[in-house]
């Protein structure tokens, strides 16, 4: 299986398109990128900081023409200006213009580099050099190996165990071309490209080393993913004239609807992953620009993100990360591919997890039964047929039917139809069609304020099929109808859920009264947790000082009481916690603290939030972390709660979106006075983890002793 992890915001474009981004290059570490925007700009990036280290730009006038790339061997950055001066400079070097450049004969086509190899130079009649040996003679003469009418389409250089091996495409009058570059021994090879019916020729390239072979995949307007394998070594000495045939074969047909692709983009990412971006989801309506995960293998979707603004068929991959630019904006969005099988392709397997704990077992079917239809023996269970199951399968409707039948069915028909649909349909047929359905109820509840199939929704989250980008609406009409056990399973189940929609669910949940909620059926676990929770508190101060044992008086760095509850006549005391807010308005909040998010993305969307709602939420939030700091939390069983990282992290996203309002209202003084104990707390706990953790790693590069014997005792003391 692949999966997608939140994204976050890596910089801002200059300019939209293709223009904006010209490459994104890795730099020294596995988390530094290179990114040359607008052909005049150059940026080092620290990807997991989001922060920019170094930047630099040429003078107006000049133009890159190949980006820049980080030659590892010299430790050196090199570009390419208006076609032919190559420039060469380091890091401490703060202007372009005085580092060392060079002109050569022939115009760049591009410098490629990979870490521990010296970078190549393609220029753009075809001919190829090595960086070093074209500097120590700038002027030398370039052959040109491609006719006049020639050009270069792509290129890439592939690192395979025992040399590079550079690989560029051509286009000549509609007729394509794929030449591969060796080294050692030196040969260039010429195949022709094929085209798909239509004559068209792919819109991406992609090449990847792999079991000792170059894989190449190239993406065709219509949809078709081809891959030709190529071997890392020479098979003779070839010229540029002889023409090989390239053999390939389809690897995935993607859903194209109408139309055809004009910038997509698919790269490798395994034997058996392809991540394409430009491509539409196949529940998802025209118009929306995604990021998909596919098995190459079984031909499933694996993962699958909406992206806003306009995607313009470019992406890279570098260290578990894929860089997609979109709109103004270039994205991070890490990912995982596990070992596929076909298993795990078709969701045969259910990895059991705590919440489906008490829920009975999972029964996975024999091969038999997924190859030839045969009927599973499970040992153990019964074998005779269940009726109903029998009946739902038969008569199951296909989603094109039951699509139909939900613009003129009653409720109770939805609801009914909906059950054997999921119920008596394969789970390929499920993950693909349960989009489309769930938008189909959605429309139909926006049109028809009479109809609300509460149940149905519920039905279709519990197959784990359904996310936010799949079916956009859904959570906003479960907020519209204040249906707050369905915005709790939406708020567990979709792990895609933009910060706008975040916010939204907070606000609304701050805003309702606790009686109204107290009738709502939520799910069991979270209102256990509230419970036990507020309930820790109450205990006697027989309990508080058994076996000897009483609570310390607290002092100056105590944050769990109130500077007004301290007199000069009197001592400290700890008073008793109360929650500020319902056993049903918490759960809910606590679901919201565990969404996944982006700092900078929501943070300007909580400024929409009143001074009210903020000084409650606040106000919870304290009352989570002195509950966590009793370890209150620690005694109770609960399958979801919020982490103490989690709590701290949106009290400080709070004060710093509201914190000119925080100091001016006079309600929120005591409030903050005691959120500044909180912090200076937090960060004496963690000065005091940071000098742990520096005394075991001075630990752990002390040499041993090897004079010991075999019994020995040695003291070491941690400043």
């Not at 580099?113 to 001919?127: C, H, M, W």
């Not at 045939?245 to 993607?254: K, R």
Request: proline residues 5%; glycine residues 6%.
């Amino acid at each position: 299986m692949a999966a997608l992890y939140e994204s976050y915001t890596l910089c801002a474009l200059s300019e939209p398109g293709p223009s904006g981004t010209r490459t994104v290059e890795p730099d020294q570490g596995r988390d530094r990128v290179i990114i040359t925007q607008s052909g005049r700009a150059i940026t080092v990036y620290q990807v997991s900081d989001q922060k920019p280290l170094c930047s630099w730009m040429v003078k107006q006038g000049q133009c890159i023409t190949s980006p820049a790339v980080y030659n590892s061997q010299a430790k050196e950055y090199v570009m390419v200006t208006d076609e032919k001066v190559i420039r060469v400079w380091k890091d401490e070097d703060i202007s372009i213009e005085k580092a060392f450049k060079a002109t050569v004969s022939g115009d760049v086509h591009r410098i490629h580099s990979v870490p521990g190899q010296e970078p190549v130079v393609l220029f753009r009649r075809g001919a190829v050099r090595h960086l070093d040996s074209l500097l120590a003679a700038p002027q030398q003469p370039i052959e040109e190996l491609l006719s006049e009418e020639e050009q270069i389409r792509w290129s890439a250089v592939v690192q395979t165990e025992q040399q590079l091996v550079l690989l560029f495409s051509t286009e000549q009058r509609g007729e394509h071309h794929l030449y591969v570059q060796r080294f050692s021994p030196n040969s260039l090879v010429k195949h022709k490209l094929r085209t798909d019916s239509k004559n068209s020729a792919p819109v991406s390239f992609a090449a990847a080393h792999r079991d000792g072979n170059i894989h190449l995949i190239y993406l065709f307007p219509s949809g078709s993913v081809y891959e030709s394998v190529l071997p890392a070594r020479s098979g003779g000495s070839s010229g540029s004239e002889t023409l090989l045939p390239l053999l390939c074969s389809l690897l995935l047909q993607l859903p194209v609807p109408e139309g055809e692709l004009t910038s997509a983009s698919a790269l490798p990412l395994d034997e058996a992953h392809v991540a394409v971006v430009g491509v539409p989801h196949p529940s998802a309506g025209a118009g929306k620009d995604y990021l998909c995960l596919w098995n190459t293998h079984f031909q499933t979707l694996q993962a699958s993100r909406e992206l806003s603004a306009k995607i313009y068929g470019q992406m890279w991959c570098y260290s578990g990360k894929l860089f997609v630019p979109h709109g103004k904006t270039l994205s991070v969005i890490p990912f995982e591919c596990q070992a596929s099988s076909l298993a795990t392709a078709i969701g045969k397997l259910k990895h059991t997890s705590g919440t489906n704990e008490g829920k009975g077992p999972t029964l996975v079917p024999s091969w038999n039964t997924v190859l030839h239809g045969d009927q599973p023996q499970t040992e153990g269970v019964t074998t005779r047929k269940n009726p109903t199951l029998k009946k739902n399968q038969a008569s199951c409707p296909t989603a094109e039917q039951l699509i139909e039948n939900i613009k003129v069915c009653s409720v109770e028909e939805v609801q009914e139809q909906v059950e054997m649909f999921v119920c008596g349909s394969e789970p390929d047929v499920l993950q693909l069609a349960v989009g489309s359905v769930a938008s189909e109820v959605v429309t139909r509840c926006q049109t028809d304020p009479d109809f609300y199939p509460q149940s149905t929704f519920t039905q279709l989250l519990e197959t784990h099929y359904l996310c936010h980008s799949v079916c956009p609406d859904l959570l906003t009409l479960a907020l519209e109808k204040k249906d707050f056990r369905l915005c709790q399973l939406c708020l567990q189940l979709f792990h895609d859920l933009p910060e706008a929609v975040t916010c939204v669910c907070l606000q609304t949940i701050l805003s309702v009264q606790d009686s109204e909620l107290e009738s709502v059926d939520l799910e069991e676990d979270s209102l256990l947790f509230m419970k036990a929770l507020s309930q820790t508190d109450e205990r006697s101060d027989e309990d508080k000082g058994q076996n000897g044992f009483s609570a310390p008086v607290v002092d100056e760095e105590s944050c769990d009481v109130a500077p007004e509850s301290q007199t000069k006549d009197t001592k400290p005391v700890r008073h008793r916690l109360f929650c500020p807010v319902g056993i049903h308005k918490g759960a809910l909040l606590n679901e919201v603290l565990q969404t996944s998010y982006s700092d900078n993305l929501l943070l300007p969307h909580l400024k929409d939030l009143s001074v009210s709602q903020v000084i409650l939420f606040l106000q919870y939030l304290r009352f989570l972390y002195l509950k966590y700091s009793q370890d209150a939390h620690s005694h109770i069983h609960a399958l979801r709660m919020p982490a103490i990282a989690q709590i701290m992290d949106w009290v400080c996203l709070l004060l710093d979106a509201h914190f000119t309002v925080l100091a001016l209202a006079p309600e929120a003084k005591g409030l903050v006075f005691s959120l500044h104990k909180i912090v200076r707390s937090q960060m004496k706990l963690y000065a005091e983890l940071g000098k742990i953790e520096g005394s075991l790693e001075l630990l752990k590069k002390s040499k041993w002793s090897t004079e010991t014997s075999q019994y020995s005792i040695e003291v070491i003391e941690l400043f």
